[in-house]
């Protein structure tokens, strides 16, 4: 009797609230209210509203072909998820078409595995979780840069919950792991029913949240080459309180130096592009040359003209081409370091 009567209630106060939505936009005036109050108005409104996921079919498959298959048979109706950490929120908030089914990658089997060969180099499994790739000793030991990148995401729940993989297929411009991975030279290994294809990390990207991803192709793997000995690398993360928000600028740098002189570099932006983006002129600015400050500084200067960063709510256009700047130097002088 009570369940009944608190939700007659609940179904009474969300329809006030709907009322007194629709009079803010039609019978205010324009100046009425300042955008802050319908600001947050709207949000507490909406908070309301979508505080409950869509009616959907969930499945849990336990082989990456019964997976496949179900994708191949729903087209464009169907998302996949592995941590689900992007997805639910968006489904919450509405901020994509409802899909009419859910595929949890959790119950395959082998797609959870971090392993590393001096010949082969390092494989990531897509369901390999973001702060099992930040804890794994061969990370630290041989991929400093991946493992900067990876403890610069998201809070400790979210690390513990989303993929490493998740962060590159949700292909935000500001994805932490994406700058680290373009200077590694990965691939990203997908596959469908129809067969599996190896994609380079910068062909991978297409547009915000958009990737060479096909509606019934699985992330499976994501390989890195073994650097070089004498490499060294770096990912530098800007945001107000780092891991818990998303990069105001990203930058990563991998290099190899003898005797001062630069053999080999490269540099990726995230967050100052619609992708996250290599540096390739300030990369040859560097390469067979003598390191010095004033070197590193045209170079990071250089590294301005590649991006395209927006004026949004978290930083303006101008203080992000300042910050490029100062974060690419920053991180050219930690890796050629002497």
């Known amino acids: 009797m009570f369940k009944k009567i608190l939700d007659k209630s609940v179904k009474i106060y969300v329809f006030i609230l709907y009322i007194v939505y629709i009079l803010v936009y039609i019978i205010s005036p324009v100046n009425g209210h300042s955008g802050c109050d319908e600001t947050i108005l709207r949000r507490s409104i909406m908070a309301v509203f979508y505080r409950k996921l869509p009616r959907f079919e969930y499945l849990i498959p ?55 060969d001096e010949d082969s180099g390092l494989k990531i499994g897509s369901l ?63 596959k469908g029913l129809n067969g599996e294809r190896v994609v380079p990390i910068d062909q991978f990207f297409t547009g915000p949240r958009m990737t060479v991803l096909k509606p019934d192709e699985i992330l499976v793997e994501i390989s890195v080459p073994t650097p070089a000995r004498s490499s060294r690398g770096v990912y530098l993360k800007l945001s107000p309180r780092h891991s818990m928000d998303l990069a105001i600028v990203g930058v990563a740098v991998n290099g190899v130096s003898e005797k001062g002189i630069c053999k080999d570099v490269k540099i990726a932006l995230g967050a100052v592009a ?19 400050p004033e070197l590193i500084d045209e170079a990071a200067r250089n590294a301005i003209t590649q991006c395209s960063p927006i004026d949004d709510h978290r930083a303006s256009q101008e203080y992000r081409c300042d910050m490029i700047y100062a974060m690419t130097r920053r991180a050219l002088n930690q890796v050629f370091a002497q």
Do not use: W, Y
């Open 274 to 292: 619609p992708t996250p983006i290599r540096a390739p002129m300030a990369e040859e600015m560097l390469k067979g040359q003598r390191i010095t």
């Open 128 to 190: 390999v979780t973001i702060n099992a790739l930040a804890e794994s000793p061969v990370i630290r030991q041989h991929f400093p840069s991946l493992f900067q990148a990876a403890s610069s995401i998201g809070s400790p729940q979210v690390r513990n919950r989303g993929t490493f993989a998740g962060n590159i297929c949700t292909a935000v411009p500001s994805a932490d792991s994406a700058p680290a991975l373009l200077t590694l030279e990965a691939t990203i290994t997908v």
């Open 62 to 116: 336990k082989t990456l072909e019964e997976a496949l298959t179900v994708l191949k048979n729903q087209k464009e109706s169907a998302k996949v998820f592995a941590g689900g950490t992007d997805l639910i929120p968006q489904m919450k908030r509405r901020e994509i078409p409802v899909p009419r089914c859910v595929i949890d990658l959790k119950g395959i089997s082998k797609l959870d595995a971090i392993s590393f």
